[in-house]
């Protein structure tokens, strides 16, 4: 199958997907989703939901009043998701960048992809998987994350891939496009997917047991 092949037999099979959108129960906000995506890095989300509600309690995810905290106010807020010495820093930073746009996303969506992303990588503690999830669920620009969970399931369907990021994110934009909400329910269909079926004997009793994705 090709890759927009897979995405319509996932979307057909699985249904779908509740994902961290504004305005749903999980996500009230972008600048919520912002955060989330670099609290949420190298832990699971029972951790980051009580550094979310300490940031909201203590700032109501307005930037600017982010903007107000330091490494030492922010860091007891945070403490729960770990690695708060490095998550603290990305979170003064990405704020400032926002201050920068003077916290207008709406001109921030009217920005191409390229130079958005460009800048959230310059920030440190932003990483690729950070940059495109902010750029997708909050910044209104479709694009293909390339996490644990799409690496394994293209090895389990037969694709030979290339090892970086970049490389890998490459082939598949070059075979895949559609609709913003086509890439965000990809991105969550491969992840609810991973999340279910994590070995290779679980993936040969899926409904994907026997296909070949052709790249």
Request: aromatic letters at 10%; proline letters at 6%; glycine letters at 6%.
């Amino acid at each position: 199958m090709t890759i927009t092949e897979l995405y319509h037999a996932m979307a057909q099979t699985m249904g779908p997907q509740p994902w961290l959108r504004p305005g749903t129960p999980w996500a009230e906000t972008p600048i919520e989703i912002m955060l989330g995506a670099i609290l949420v890095q190298n832990t699971n989300w029972r951790n980051v939901e009580p550094a979310l509600v300490n940031l909201k309690r203590v700032t109501g995810f307005a930037p600017a009043k982010l903007r107000e905290l330091t490494p030492a106010t922010i860091t007891p807020l945070i403490r729960s998701s770990g690695f708060y010495r490095r998550k603290g820093p990305a979170i003064l930073a990405l704020a400032a960048w926002l201050g920068q746009a003077n916290d207008d996303l709406a001109a921030l969506k009217r920005r191409d992809a390229a130079s958005l992303r460009t800048e959230l990588l310059a920030i440190t503690g932003i990483g690729n998987e950070t940059a495109d999830y902010i750029l997708m669920y909050t910044l209104d620009h479709g694009t293909f994350m390339v996490d644990t969970y799409a690496r394994r399931l293209f090895a389990w369907l037969g694709a030979t891939m290339p090892k970086t990021y970049p490389a890998f994110q490459r082939q598949v934009l070059a075979q895949f496009s559609g609709e913003l909400r086509d890439y965000q329910e990809f991105h969550a269909l491969i992840d609810e997917f991973g999340k279910q079926v994590k070995t290779a004997a679980d993936f040969d009793q899926s409904f994907l047991a026997g296909h070949q994705l052709k790249i």
